[in-house]
């Protein structure tokens, strides 16, 4: 150092590194340079803050900057940028002051990755390796010596035996001999007494923590185990069950508080631990709190009590210490909810930690709790956009129906605009032949009175054709009368064709103005659908494939009822028709040139009105029937679905309920058969989360399936025959209430258990099949609708009695249409399936899928808010993972032994009501399926 300004010391833990520069290097230094200063620092979780305060101290005087520990940067300091930084300044610094940091050899590899920091250190370092015998024994007698210590014979070699070739063996020595003295004999110091006082070196330590955990009350038991657990950094690539290099780390006593704990309470363990030397207490010369750490690493490697902590506990530290991370950035960005990283999946897990008692400190439990509510917070909002969404699909469906409705009613205006075109042309044409039909009776009269002239010349003195002049005279005065008369009636005709013509053009604007009401209403139904798209809403395509067939029966009893309601258009054509006959009639009868024939087609015509009238009151009844027809069929289609679900689930209710004896007595679950189908599996609503997508097809065949979760009652007697320990029930009763705190290797045990006992295969049921029995037939969220409700279901916010609290006995509220209880809340339940992240690729049938560790379970808890207990929601965790959370149900597939029609008359329980487990009637002969 006096050449050089920058020197790395590497040594194992307890090889001596910090106690060589402080007591060594830097006294020595200071010998030749009084003026010289020292800067101590650790690096902490803030490097940077340290290193700023240490140089303040200092102010550009000549100083050595001791950085110790320095593998606290890797440790504690979580920021990869913040750690490059700190690296480059202390590298600066070392141009202008000397720098000497001292760091554990095992971390020399977390130096690798920082180019000039790893040249320096290969090019200026110090090795300290532990001292050998020679050196601790010298150590021990020497300084025992200056205080009038003897020790007794072989009792240095004894000790010396045991901290040999120990990384740690000088903290050990200083704690064990520290015992010893505690146990001196005058001024010695004996064998005896360190073989059967302190239990060796390596106990000593132990002993001491050991010591003060037995003496404190049980009452202090969690807060002791929770201080020891927080000061230790968890190795972040350790499993459990394997060997973890776990660190010390220094943490603010206020993080030690448990939530709702007392500050003061924990403020005075902390200083009897201290006062043991257990730990030791400092200030954070930044953020002036009050900080603890454990003495030396030593406890933590040969303390056997804090291992046994660590190890049962290492998964669940290991998620604690995200959600601690988490919430720090959370609190230092003003507990901003941008910084709520635990959704979703993670928050389910996390959630289950909030609540064991004293686990989490009131930091952790609020930002677990803002994690909640802003979760649900978007829940709601996803739910009430969903709502506005499907209200635009409505209104531009409405404004789409309207807009045909107009185009229909357009359509009709025309065609009766046409009609009434074609009404007036016909009577132009009878108004022509009216005008011949007078032109020729003109005709008829001149010609007459041409005769009567040439018979008054050729005849003017014959009787005979006096009177025939007579009678002609008559003709023509008739047919001059009848011709006035006709006057009117001609006049009268010219007036209707002329109206005729008026109300066809009539029609003809109303049929153009329809044209253009249905044009606007094309218009708005356009801009509802674009408002519809543009909110984010799809149409649901999948939905009620089943009621096809029905709906295209109705379209065609509705297309056949359109075809025969035109009676209200053979209603005006026959008013017209009947207004033609009787002016038919009325000339006919006026002129006396009705001949035969005429009277005749008057005739058909009277013939045809009277059929047409006929036809008109048959097509008016017909109508009325298909009206009350369609009526009826709109009726029950609205009832269709659930009738089919409720008719093909019949005889499930009825007579397809089973228990198997078991061999050791008594019987096994209560099982129900679950009828073969199809269905969509997922997120079908779009309601959901990623690892629901996407929705796929699957083919379900017949299989059986408990009707409830499997129960302490039944479980307990599994435990008892196989010698297992029976699962924590927390304190609210066994019996009939869900069996919880089962891992999903014990689920699996149970079934293979109940397979033993019964001579046929259980199973747990695979993902698919779970999906499927919930659902039973629904495409809804919860198999009773798209809403939570109030007490269908044990589960957060259900407004049940339990709801929130703890779990409910099997049973206690209403069954699917499968007949199958508690899908929705209450316990999560293990699938036989692997997690995998979407259903990229999942089997379209019931088979299990994937044999990975991390396993699926589904339907939500009585802890979890109605999002999580959708039937399409999906969670996972390790196999061996347990929670008062998790029960199970099983299954058993079709093949299992006996054919269903065996099975059903052999093992059926034949209530229509089926009762729940404690009241279930035994079968005459137990045969599973």
Not at 180 to 202: F, N, Q, S, V
Not at 606 to 622: V, Y
Not at 757 to 769: D, I, N, V
Request: aromatic share 6%; charged share 30%.
């Amino acid at each position: 150092m006096t050449i050089h300004r920058f020197l790395a010391v590497l040594g194992p833990s307890g090889s001596g590194k910090s106690s060589l520069i402080l007591a060594g290097l830097v006294p020595q230094l200071q010998a030749e340079q009084p003026e010289l200063k020292m800067a101590y620092l650790t690096p902490r979780h803030d490097p940077l803050d340290q290193l700023t305060t240490a140089q303040k101290k200092v102010q550009n005087q000549p100083a050595v900057f001791v950085v110790d520990q320095f593998e606290e940067l890797f440790t504690l300091c979580t920021e990869d940028e913040q750690r490059q930084q700190f690296i480059e300044r202390l590298l600066a610094l070392s141009q202008q002051q000397r720098v000497v940091i001292t760091m554990r050899a095992d971390f020399w590899g977390e130096c690798a990755p920082y180019e000039s920091l790893k040249i320096l250190m290969e090019a200026r370092q110090t090795l300290i390796g532990p001292m050998n015998t020679a050196e601790l024994r010298a150590a021990m007698e020497r300084q025992a010596a200056k205080v009038g210590l003897r020790f007794e014979a072989d009792l240095s070699n004894a000790i010396l035996d045991d901290v040999k070739e120990e990384p740690g063996a000088m903290p050990l020595l200083q704690h064990g001999l520290q015992e010893l003295w505690k146990r001196r004999h005058g001024r010695w110091l004996k064998t005896a007494e360190y073989r059967d006082g302190i239990g060796g070196i390596k106990l000593a330590i132990a002993k001491t923590a050991d010591d003060v955990y037995n003496q404190l009350p049980p009452s202090e038991y969690p807060q002791f185990k929770n201080i020891f657990i927080r000061l230790t950094r968890l190795d972040e690539s350790g499993v459990q069950g394997e060997g973890s290099r776990d660190t010390r780390r220094r943490v603010s006593i206020e993080e030690l508080v448990p939530a709702d704990g007392e500050l003061s309470a924990i403020k005075a363990l902390v200083k009897h631990l201290a006062d043991a030397r257990l730990v030791v207490t400092s200030r954070n010369p930044v953020t002036r709190r009050e900080e603890v750490e454990i003495v030396h690493e030593a406890l933590i490697r040969y303390w056997p009590r804090l291992l046994n902590w660590l190890e049962e506990e290492r998964t669940h530290l290991q998620l604690r210490e995200t959600i601690r991370q988490a919430a720090l950035a959370w609190e230092d960005k003003e507990k901003n909810e941008d910084y709520l990283v635990h959704k979703g999946v993670r928050l389910e897990r996390v959630k289950g930690l909030a609540q064991q008692a004293g686990f989490l400190n009131q930091l952790e439990a609020d930002y677990v709790n803002a994690c909640v509510v802003l979760a649900y917070k978007q829940m709601l909002e996803k739910d009430e956009a969903q709502r506005k969404a499907e209200k635009a699909q409505d209104a531009a469906r409405q404004a789409q129906e309207a807009a045909e409705q107009a185009r229909e009613e357009a359509e009709q205006a025309q065609e009766k605009a046409k009609q009434a075109q074609e009404k007036a042309e016909q009577a132009q044409k009878e108004t022509e032949q009216a005008q011949a039909d007078v032109k020729e009776t003109r005709a008829k009269i001149k010609q007459a009175e041409e005769d009567i002239r040439l018979v008054n010349v050729q005849l003017a003195d014959n009787k005979d054709a006096k009177d025939r002049i007579t009678k002609l005279k008559n003709k023509i005065a008739k047919a001059e009368k009848a011709k006035k008369a006709l006057k009117p009636k001609w006049a009268d005709a010219v007036t209707k064709v002329q109206e005729a013509i008026v109300k066809a053009k009539e029609a003809a604007d109303k049929a153009e103005e329809a044209e253009q009401e249905a044009h606007r209403q094309r218009e708005l139904a356009k801009e509802a659908q674009e408002k519809a798209t543009n909110a984010g809403i799809e149409t649901l395509k999948h939905k009620n494939l089943f009621l096809e067939a029905q709906l295209r029966n109705v379209q065609t009893a509705l297309e056949k009822f359109q075809a025969d309601s035109r009676y209200e258009e053979l209603q005006a054509q026959l008013k017209e028709a009947q207004k033609k006959v009787e002016l038919l009639e009325t000339q006919l009868k006026e002129t006396h040139f009705k001949s035969d024939q005429e009277q005749q087609e008057l005739n058909n015509i009277k013939q045809d009105l009277e059929a047409a009238k006929a036809h008109h009151h048959s097509l008016n009844a017909e109508t009325q029937e298909a009206k009350k027809a369609v009526t009826r069929l709109k009726a029950k289609l609205n009832k269709a679905k659930l009738e089919t679900i409720r008719q093909e689930v019949a005889q499930v209710k009825t007579g397809y309920v089973f228990r198997d004896t078991l061999t050791e007595g008594g019987l096994g679950p209560e099982m129900i058969w679950i009828p073969a189908g199809q269905f969509q599996m997922g997120d079908i609503d779009n309601a959901g989360t990623d690892d629901e997508q996407p929705v796929h097809d699957v083919s379900i065949q017949r299989f059986a399936i408990g009707r409830y979760a499997v129960t302490f009652e039944e479980y307990d007697c599994f435990a008892q025959a196989m010698g297992r320990e029976k699962p924590d029930d927390e304190g609210w009763g066994r019996g009939q209430l869900p069996v919880i705190n089962v891992s999903w290797q014990e689920a699996k045990a149970y079934t293979e258990w109940l397979s033993t006992q019964t001579g046929k295969k259980y199973c747990l049921p695979s993902e698919a099949q779970w999906e499927y029995m919930a659902r039973a037939g629904t495409d809804t969220r919860y198999y009773w609708g798209n809403e939570p409700g109030v007490n269908k279901g044990n589960f957060n916010l259900s407004g049940s009695e339990w709801s929130g609290k703890r779990t409910a006995p099997v049973g206690s509220f209403m069954d699917n249409p499968f007949g199958v209880y508690d899908t929705v809340g209450n316990t999560w339940e293990w699938v036989a399936d692997s997690w995998h992240d979407n259903y990229e690729g999942a089997p379209s049938d019931e088979s299990v899928w994937g044999e990975e560790d991390e396993k699926v379970r589904r339907g939500g808890s009585w802890f979890n808010e109605p999002f999580s207990c959708r039937a399409a929601y999906r969670l996972s965790d390790s196999s061996d993972y347990r929670s008062n959370v998790i029960g199970f149900r099983v299954a058993a597939n079709v093949d299992n032994g006996a054919s269903a029609k065996e099975s059903v008359q052999a093992s059926a329980v034949k209530e229509t009501n089926a009762p729940k487990p404690e009241e279930a009637t035994s079968p005459s002969v137990a045969s599973t399926p």
